[in-house]
């Protein structure tokens, strides 16, 4: 970010908490998007160029809590 000075913290210890706070925040807001992208209608190519990775990358990391949580998945030929 232009103009913004982030610094970590002095402890290596608080520095690496923080990374991993950071990284499970991201997972469940990226969870959340994908599972609303998905009940709106979203294809997996679409989900996954959003999210700047391959269909299958995505399929792979999502699918099975999806299905799980009762989103009906399109198939290629819907």
Known sequence: M?????SAPQDPADALAAVAA???LADQIEDAAV???M????TWPQVA?????????VH????KRLIAAGV???????
């Open 60 to 63: 792979k990391k999502h699918a």
């Open 49 to 57: 160029e959003a999210l700047g990775v391959t269909r299958q990358a």
């Open 22 to 24: 950071l990284r499970r």
């Open 35 to 37: 599972e609303q992208a």
């Open 2 to 6: 232009a103009g913004v000075d982030i």
């Open 72 to 78: 009906k998945l399109r198939r290629r030929d819907e």
């Open 39 to 42: 009940r709106d209608g979203w």
